[in-house]
């Protein structure tokens, strides 16, 4: 019998672990990977798309992967406190592992503008938190600093050991499908996780002192933003982004270097979207395939929608979409995205159920 206890243990001799590591870790990863049914349908193309559900993560989101890599690593270290910026999700990961690995977490969020799951777990996992006045890039530049003059460990992902947590997701996917997908499609802020899955693609494809390589295929990256927080597409820093995907509402991405080497050495490009574009994508994977993600996660389909339909993904291709956190951390979005959907309210006899019922059959 074998319990499955979390990408560290799944995947421990490609990660820079010892047999005498102290793992922190939830039982992260291993996450779904749902061929979407209904959506390749409605469009009438022959397309396999599947959905990498991150959501589905201990703290609902792929930010897990990386933060027990992380967390690990600082307490293997002898750290007693970690810090990051986030708009939310890093900050949620980050708090529950220090919960988990007993030290202490800072957590930089730009007020008001974090999702109410994310401040919600955060707050429950008992993290510092402490709120700015400024965005994430303004969070990221103050963190950098910090540790001249603060015994804390950053994790954020210049942290290199959270790439290493999260090209896991990479090799689930191509130990899922038995081979990488011809395209994979993922939404991109601060350019962590492009950077990490194209790592993850590299490693599994290529032959070291330690491994074969598992495949000979690599997909061609794609990597979509918010139109109002895109800078790979500006090929140049934002400085004041702006949408309502704000887990990507950052203009000055610290992995700009891994993003345009994944691009690059892929094929791949960078495309972005309105948030009315984003949002849509978000409620047609709720209402035509039953997936909840949150809105900058859908950023990875509305992006693969729109290269399907002008080609640039041809028909027959295989197609993995990273949907990056879970629809119930942004309540607020889902509910004024649903304004049409008024709830009946009705006495609470059997007839008026009932005619409820008929009525609206
Ligand atoms: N999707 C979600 C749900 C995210 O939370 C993030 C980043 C991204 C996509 C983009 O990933 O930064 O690796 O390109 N969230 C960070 C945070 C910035 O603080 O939670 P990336």
Same mark, same amino acid.
């Given at each position: 019998?074998?319990?499955?206890?979390?990408?560290?243990?799944?995947?421990?001799?490609?990660?820079?672990?010892?047999?005498?590591?102290?793992?922190?870790?939830?039982?992260?990863?291993?996450?779904?990977?749902?061929?979407?049914?209904?959506?390749?349908?409605?469009?009438?193309?022959?397309?396999?798309?599947?959905?990498?559900?991150?959501?589905?993560?201990?703290?609902?989101?792929?930010?897990?992967?990386?933060?027990?890599?992380?967390? @690990?690593?600082?307490?293997?270290?002898?750290?007693?406190?970690?810090?990051?910026?986030?708009?939310?999700?890093?900050?949620?990961?980050?708090?529950?592992?220090?919960?988990?690995?007993?030290?202490?977490?800072? %957590?930089?969020?730009?007020?008001?503008?974090?999702?109410?799951?994310?401040?919600?777990? @955060?707050?429950?996992?008992?993290?510092?938190?402490?709120?700015?006045?400024?965005?994430?890039?303004?969070?990221?530049?103050?963190?950098?600093?910090?540790?001249?003059?603060?015994?804390?460990?950053?994790?954020?992902?210049?942290?290199?050991?959270?790439?290493?947590?999260?090209?896991?997701?990479?090799?689930?996917? %191509?130990?899922?499908?038995?081979?990488?997908?011809?395209?994979?499609?993922?939404?991109?802020?601060?350019?962590?996780?492009? @950077?990490?899955?194209?790592?993850?693609?590299?490693?599994?494809?290529?032959?070291?002192?330690?491994?074969?390589?598992?495949?000979?295929?690599?997909?061609?990256?794609?990597?979509?933003?918010?139109?109002?927080?895109?800078?790979?597409?500006?090929?140049?820093?934002?400085?004041?982004?702006?949408? %309502?995907?704000?887990?990507?509402?950052?203009?000055?991405?610290?992995?700009?270097?891994?993003?345009?080497?994944?691009?690059?050495?892929?094929?791949?490009?960078?495309?972005?979207?309105?948030?009315?574009?984003?949002?849509?994508?978000?409620?047609?994977?709720?209402?035509?395939?039953?997936?909840?993600?949150?809105?900058?996660?859908?950023?990875?389909?509305?992006?693969?929608?729109?290269?399907?339909?002008?080609?640039?993904?041809?028909?027959?291709?295989?197609?993995?979409?990273?949907?990056?956190?879970?629809?119930?951390?942004?309540?607020?979005?889902?509910?004024?995205?649903?304004?049409?959907?008024?709830? %009946?309210?009705?006495?609470?006899?059997?007839?008026?159920?009932?005619?409820?019922?008929?009525?609206?059959?």
């Amino acid at each position: 019998q074998t319990r499955y206890t979390g990408i560290i243990e799944r995947y421990r001799d490609r990660l820079p672990v010892s047999a005498d590591t102290r793992l922190i870790s939830l039982c992260e990863g291993n996450t779904p990977l749902i061929q979407l049914q209904n959506i390749p349908r409605l469009i009438g193309k022959d397309v396999d798309i599947y959905v990498k559900f991150e959501g589905l993560n201990p703290t609902g989101s792929f930010k897990d992967r990386g933060m027990t890599m992380a967390v @690990t690593k600082a307490v293997e270290e002898g750290s007693q406190a970690i810090i990051c910026a986030s708009t939310g999700n890093t900050s949620a990961a980050a708090a529950a592992y220090a919960v988990r690995a007993g030290i202490k977490a800072f %957590v930089l969020i730009p007020e008001g503008k974090i999702a109410l799951g994310k401040l919600a777990q @955060t707050l429950m996992y008992g993290a510092q938190i402490i709120q700015i006045n400024g965005n994430f890039d303004a969070g990221m530049d103050i963190v950098k600093k910090i540790s001249d003059h603060a015994p804390v460990t950053i994790v954020n992902s210049i942290n290199p050991y959270r790439i290493d947590g999260q090209k896991t997701a990479a090799f689930e996917i %191509v130990d899922a499908l038995g081979d990488a997908p011809d395209f994979h499609c993922l939404p991109v802020g601060n350019a962590g996780n492009i @950077t990490a899955y194209w790592k993850g693609y590299k490693e599994y494809s290529t032959d070291s002192a330690t491994h074969k390589a598992v495949t000979k295929k690599r997909p061609v990256m794609c990597g979509y933003q918010a139109a109002g927080a895109a800078p790979f597409v500006a090929r140049a820093m934002v400085d004041n982004p702006e949408t %309502v995907a704000t887990a990507i509402r950052i203009g000055h991405p610290q992995s700009w270097d891994g993003a345009w080497t994944a691009q690059k050495q892929s094929g791949g490009w960078f495309e972005s979207f309105t948030d009315q574009q984003i949002l849509a994508a978000q409620k047609m994977l709720s209402s035509y395939e039953g997936i909840f993600c949150e809105p900058a996660s859908a950023t990875s389909l509305a992006g693969a929608l729109h290269d399907i339909a002008n080609g640039n993904i041809p028909e027959g291709s295989k197609i993995v979409c990273t949907l990056t956190g879970n629809g119930i951390k942004d309540p607020d979005i889902a509910i004024s995205q649903c304004k049409d959907a008024h709830p %009946v309210t009705i006495d609470a006899t059997l007839d008026a159920v009932k005619k409820a019922i008929l009525d609206s059959m």
